[in-house]
């Protein structure tokens, strides 16, 4: 190890390359150096002090890092800022119009779709990726296809319940609001 | 993650340019798993070559009647194609058992074939491993074993090979289309992907210097009786403990043709080409499959906690080759 | 620090709120991306501390090489037990408010290596990046000593704690003569259960940004589940003036306890903010969120003997628990088993054994989410010996009494609980015959299980500021971890005064504010709401007086008595129409604002003179595999007694959440531990399993009503913990029903299902 160690040691840059690069963040240019190392979850939570994407795991293990990129569903945290030069990047920061939250956003209000709220963003966008690929037909494909975000506090149904609500155009049901 | 350098490539020949002669160099295109293993501190490139602009993002016919997977279409794309869908079947449902939604929009078909392993040890750069630090020693023996292999192993390397679309590819006898320095070529499935033996830190036969530019299927696609079965500790986002790609051809109730790969199991996606023989000619029913499972699984050995896999692969087996037997055209 | 949160007309409330199913207050922020969790905060200059973790699990360090890290660019210090600034050497110092008897634990101290993954070192950085990075060069060796981190090893030389911790009570004395009843009984179980080592696993992983004010204060954003305990612990470790620090955290990405107890990531912060004058941020990574603090792994020996109509004559209910070689860390595993069940022959037994790792951590209803599932297994055993049906059990050994104690229950609707969800669940359909229910190759399994929880209360604080412009600021240092704390507290605010809930603020996550304990055990409503009802009581009492007073009386002569306020007004109770605006008695009494901060006590006295608990019934459907072993849960109906439900929408959430994480419990979360090595090795999210979407079906919950003049002025008793506590045994008794195989080790994975499978058919 420590031979490999020594090897890497002489080759290694000592600075990542930094590039030019320009991002579509929620519809607005900008245009920026980043060092290659760098993803796109951290340019966004600690370069571009957009923390709405968050970091549960940081390997892809979690969801809470999910933006859109160029209308895809995607992990930032596996991603490389320096990859997606010239992309559209949405992230929950940009869902909404103004004071008008996105329906997406209002449905989780409405169904009480979280707890802690901190993999909330990561559900929504990928809510929203996941109406846009319109593969999911059945209740059974959207939690499959939901299961790439992970809520600890445990608002599976409810995350649900917002998505079929969108899907369906539906007001939230009255009868979730007031059990028993 | 360590300091590195890092340039686009235009073209495969500069993508190759790149790759030529730097040891520690690695391409990157889905990046799901490799910087995943940078952040791990597991791999450690000091150059990265960036080959998402490459044109080989398409999905095409090939002349024997096949399909072509370009390396750098998605998992997501390729599993919802329309004719992979309905020409393979058992490939797009192994694509969607695999990762999420949001990885498969991100991860390629070149990417997929190269992901390493998920064993915890080689993940764990506080533990032994002789796939991620050779001559150190294997912590899976005699540690926590519960998610690795039980066909293929060594005493060197008791890892599995993560992949479910691999698996598929296995049974659908895909081939590797790469290409390097000394131009390009063909690799059948089979041949691509190693048992670990004294160098578990070879995954692959692909060289150093040589990119994966496409997969190609052939003809045979299996649609009408075949199907890919995942276990796993839940129900979606986990990786296989056994998985089987089942794939048939009956005709009056005999099996005609038979194609049985499983995953989870062994250091690379593991096809049974005599088990799938000893199936052709026998009646397409629970007997047939159980000794072909048997077959399979004939030199299993479990190495403590996942000694279970041995009972549930063959349970896997039989219940994917019936799965398969019944199933019709999606 | 807390802006008010935009809420859309839609979902203003008319009127008081108390028990209405009101959306969060908080949602707008949460889902708008505009919450602010721990490690957001950017700041002008901010520089990122990584932490080196140990390879080794005991022993010491013989040597540090920061060199490498050092020389490379963007890296600013490297901290080591060899160059750390002066901390506290006294352990009290080092104590906080969950922290049980013992040392605790101080990261960079010294040379030793207690447990794997240590925090040995601190690498700072310009960038996140340039930290991690030098982290990997810094060089440890150590010397390694033999480990000890099985369970199993140790349970013979496991010794009886006092009582090491604050709301620990040990098991009381035996009653009779439980053995001699065992073995007298008709029928009898004896059987043992094994739960393994769990993680919290929050989303949020513990992060702290300490910013380095210009004058040398420290305004700390620390994830935790209580920011004064963060402070003062911060102070009492670095000796600093309280003035110096102030801990803020108004969001928390969830904690189930791991933010209980201030984690090494503050420690780290602090001390390199101190030393290098910068503001700092540290956030751990997802494997080292397994470094500190985790449910204990437990094995149980549960006998119960019985009559043959099922009355209980002898229960034995024997725990054995890890801990640490530092701290004796507890929780109540056995003592439920004698408080749920009327029982005269009962011996209840805890023990802790020592090993190698760090000190285990309150995680969601810690104990009874160990100790209540064997007994609730044990149970539907009994039941299934007697030919009886499992509810009908419980029924025949029901008390209304606390044995334990020999004390009354200050309210136990847990009768009511079984039958509404016995109703809902469709239970009378059930054929208590395994394996009679099935479709194609899917077994389908019926089971119950109770659960019970404390309702406890701590003493808090708590201000509240009425302006002339009818809004109310209402403020306790408490958190809100996804509870709903935001949004409940203002409904008791709003319900006191009479006020839309549109006119609330609540702020929380600040030791600035008035005091309150750690939010933990479920007893946040409880501690808090009632520091909130009585500060806006103080508040209703002087608009009151201001009103008899007021100029050309336009109440009459009412007194303070005959008022009531709604709608933001003063009005006679016996004649709402007669009312002044709020706004108008304000006025002319002359003030501008009323402001009153009020402390809430338990009732002692009425509190000692009874048991109080949350209880429930949840049943449970699940489907296995027969082929596979896979087990999926389709349906949980889960009917809890809780009190007063102060919002039914979050509360119902929050119950909702403690029933995935028991079915995590029940089917998926173990960490696993070479014992080798002395190491957890599944140290992700990938492979520590926890629900996802996919695992969850249909989940109802039931809330009964129950009404409490003990437990607190509110009469509610919180409902933090209840959800998960039925959850594990219930779809454990429902696997047996589907498949006849019962598997007494946590998680039921495929592995143990097929084993038992494999038995079966074999016999």
Same mark, same amino acid.
Request: hydrophobic share 40%; aromatic share 6%.
């Given at each position: $190890? ?18 030019? =690069? ?9 245009? $920026? ?58 992230? =929950? ?10 329906? $997406? ?40 296809? $939901? ?34 | ?95 969607? &058992? ?9 991860? +390629? ?7 390493r392993t998920?064993c915890?040890y080689f993940?764990?750069?506080? +533990?032994p491993c002789n796939k991620r630090e050779p001559g150190s020693g294997c912590?899976a023996i005699?540690?926590?074993?519960? *998610?690795?292999a039980?066909?293929g192993a060594s005493e060197h390397c008791i890892a599995t090979h ?31 992907h190693r048992l670990p033996g004294d160098a578990p830190q070879i995954d692959t ?7 994966? +530019? ?32 089942? &794939? ?19 250091h690379k ?40 896999? *041995? ?14 037997? &019944?199933?019709?055209?999606? | ?243 110096? %620090? !102030? ?15 201030? @984690? ?21 990574? !997802? ?58 022959? %009962? ?23 160990? #100790? ?43 009768? /009511? ?24 190759? @899917? ?90 009802? /009585? ?93 596979? #072993? ?98 594990? /045994? ?34």
């Open positions: $190890m420590d031979q490999r160690l020594a090897e890497l040691r002489d080759t290694a840059p000592a600075v990542p390359d930094r590039i030019p =690069i320009s991002l579509v963040v929620n519809g607005v240019e900008k245009r $920026m150096e980043v060092a290659a190392w760098t993803t796109l979850l951290d340019l966004l939570r600690n370069t571009l002090d957009l923390p709405g994407t968050k970091k549960g795991c940081d390997h892809g293990q979690c969801g809470a890092c999910t933006v859109l990129v160029d209308g895809r569903r995607i992990n930032s945290c596996l991603t490389l800022a320096v990859m997606k030069d010239g992309c559209e990047v949405t992230t =929950i920061e940009g869902l909404a119009t103004g004071d008008v939250l996105h329906p $997406m956003q209002q449905a989780f209000v409405d169904h009480d779709a979280y707890q802690c709220g901190y993999c909330t963003p990561g559900q929504i966008c990928s809510a929203v990726g996941l109406i846009s690929e319109g593969q999911a037909r059945t209740r059974e494909e959207i939690r499959d296809l $939901m299961s790439g975000n992970i809520c600890r506090c445990g608002a599976y149904p409810n995350i649900i319940a917002a998505i079929e609500g969108v899907l369906g155009g539906t007001a939230p049901a009255q009868a979730k609001e007031d059990p028993a | 993650m360590r300091a590195f350098s890092y340039s686009r490539a235009e073209s495969v020949a500069d993508a190759l340019k790149g790759v030529v002669g730097h040891g520690e160099t690695k391409v990157v295109a889905g990046g799901t798993n490799l910087l995943d293993l940078m952040k791990a501190d597991v791999m450690r490139p000091t150059r990265l070559v960036d080959i998402t602009r490459l044109p080989l993002n398409r999905i095409e016919e090939t002349a024997e009647g096949g399909l072509r997977l370009g390396a750098l279409v998605t998992n997501a794309d390729t599993a919802h194609d329309e004719r992979v869908r309905s020409r393979y079947p058992m490939l797009s449902r192994a694509i969607l &058992a695999g990762a999420s939604a949001q990885l498969r929009n991100m991860a +390629t078909n070149g990417g997929n074939l190269l992901q998920r915890y993940y764990d750069t506080g +533990t912590g005699g540690g926590v074993n519960r *998610i690795h039980i066909l993560p992949s479910d679309m691999c698996v598929a590819l296995a049974a659908l006898a895909a081939e590797i289309r790469v290409t390097g320095p000394r131009g390009e070529r063909t690799i059948p499935f089979e041949a691509f036969n692909l060289a150093p210097d040589e990119i994966v +530019t496409a997969i190609d299927l052939p003809a045979r696609g299996f649609a009408a009786h075949s199907t890919y079965l995942k276990v796993r500790d839940r129900q979606s986002y986990a990786f296989a403990l056994v998985s089987v790609a089942a &794939a048939l051809e009956i005709e009056d109730g005999k099996v005609t043709a038979a194609r049985l790969a499983l995953g989870g199991v062994a996606p593991w096809r049974d080409q005599a088990a799938e023989e000893a199936l052709v000619g026998r009646p397409a029913d629970a007997g047939s499959f159980a000794v072909a499972a048997e077959a399979v699984l004939r030199d299993a050995r479990g190495f403590g906690h996942n000694d279970f896999k *041995i009972d549930l692969a063959r349970r896997a087996i039989l219940r994917a080759l019936q799965d398969a037997a &019944a199933s019709e055209t999606p | 620090m807390i802006a008010k949160p935009a809420i859309p007309d839609v979902l203003r409330e008319p009127g008081p709120g108390i028990g209405k199913p009101l959306s969060r207050v908080d949602g707008p922020l949460k889902v708008t991306g505009q919450a602010r969790y721990a490690a957001e905060f950017n700041v002008p200059g901010l520089v990122h501390g990584y932490i080196v973790s140990s390879t080794i699990t005991k022993g010491r360090i013989t040597r540090i090489d920061t060199a490498a890290a050092l020389r490379r660019p963007g890296v600013l210090h490297v901290f080591t037990h060899e160059n750390r600034p002066h901390v506290a050497w006294f352990d009290r110092k080092w104590k906080d408010e969950d922290a049980p008897s013992g040392s605790p634990f101080r990261p960079l101290y010294d040379d030793r290596i207690v447990h794997a993954m240590q925090p040995v070192a601190l690498v700072v950085a310009e960038t996140f990046e340039a930290a991690r990075e030098g982290a990997r060069l810094v060089q440890v060796e150590y010397e390694a000593e033999p480990h000890e981190t099985d369970l199993a090893a140790r349970r013979h030389e496991a010794f009886t704690p006092g009582k090491e911790k604050g709301g620990f009570e040990p098991p009381p004395k035996p009653r009779g003569d439980p053995d001699r009843a065992l073995a007298e009984a008709a029928v009898k179980v004896d059987v043992e259960y094994v739960q393994p080592t769990e993680h919290h696993n929050p989303m949020e992983m513990h992060g702290s940004t300490v910013v380095y004010n210009d004058d040398g204060t420290l305004t700390v954003h620390d994830k935790t589940q209580g920011a004064p305990n963060s402070h003062s612990w911060v102070c009492s470790v670095f000796g600093l003036s309280k003035s110096a %620090v !102030r801990v803020i955290s108004p969001f928390v990405g969830g904690a189930f306890g791991s933010g209980l107890r201030p @984690q090494h990531q503050l420690f780290m912060a602090v001390m390199a903010a101190l030393q290098l004058k910068r503001s700092v941020r540290v956030e751990l990574s !997802r494997p080292q969120m397994f470094t500190f603090g985790h449910r204990p792994p437990t094995i149980q020996r549960v006998a119960l003997g019985a009559a043959p109509d099922g009355t209980l004559q002898a229960m034995i209910h024997e725990a054995v628990q890890e801990s640490s070689q530092f701290e004796n860390y507890v929780e109540i595993v056995v003592n439920w088993s004698g408080q749920q069940y009327r029982c005269d022959n %009962v011996r209840l037994d805890y023990k802790l054994a020592r090993l190698d790792v760090f000190t285990p951590l309150d995680m969601r209803a810690p104990g009874a989410a160990t #100790g209540v599932p064997a007994i609730e297994m044990a149970m539907d055993e009994l039941a299934h010996a007697l030919r009886m049906d499992p509810v009908e059990l419980r029924l025949r050994n029901y008390t209304d009494r606390d044995p334990n104690q020999d004390k009354p229950f200050s309210s136990k609707e847990l009768r /009511a609980c079984f039958a509404q969800g016995a109703e809902r669940f469709g239970w009378s359909r059930r054929n208590p015959q395994p394996r009679s229910m099935r479709e194609g190759r @899917q077994l389908i399994g019926w089971g119950v299980a109770s659960g019970v929880w404390d309702a406890m209360q701590g003493q808090a604080d708590a201000r509240a500021t009425l302006g002339i412009d009818g809004h109310l600021v209402v403020a306790s240092a408490t958190a809100d971890i996804g509870t709903g704390t935001y949004t409940v507290m203002s409904q008791i605010a709003a319900g006191t005064l009479g006020l839309p809930i549109g006119n609330v603020t609540f702020k929380l996550g600040d030791s600035a504010l008035p005091m309150a304990p750690i939010e933990g055990g479920s007893w946040t409503v409880s501690s808090v709401g009632s520091a909130v009802l /009585a500060a806006c009581e103080r508040v209703r009492g002087r608009l009151y007086k201001l009103a008899a007073k007021m100029e050309g009386a336009p109440l009459g002569k009412a007194k303070p008595a005959d008022m009531v306020l709604t709608d933001g007004h003063v009005a006679l109770a016996a004649d709402p129409a007669r009312r002044v605006p709020i706004a108008e008695v304000m006025r002319s009494g002359g003030v501008l604002a009323i402001e009153e901060e009020a402390r809430s006590v338990p009732y002692y006295v009425k509190r000692a003179q009874h048991t109080l608990a949350t209880h429930s019934a949840v049943f449970a459907e699940v489907r296995v595999d027969e082929d596979l #072993g896979t087990v999926q849960v389709s349906r949980i109906v889960s009917a809890v007694a809780a009190g007063r439900i102060i919002n039914p929408k979050t509360a119902g959430s929050q119950v909702m959440g403690g029933v995935v994480m028991g079915i995590g419990m029940a089917l998926e979360e173990e960490t696993f531990m070479d014992h080798g090595l002395g190491r957890y090795m599944n140290h992700d999210l990938a492979e520590y399993h926890v629900p996802v979407n996919a695992d969850i079906g249909s989940i109802d919950v039931i809330f009964v009503d129950e009404h409490d003049e003990v437990v607190n002025p509110l009469g509610a008793k919180g409902v933090g913990e209840i959800g998960i506590v039925g959850v594990p /045994a219930a779809i454990a008794n429902a696997v047996f029903h589907a498949t006849g195989v019962r598997v007494r080790e946590l998680p039921i994975t495929l592995d143990k299902v097929l084993a038992g499978l494999s038995r079966r058919s074999a016999a």
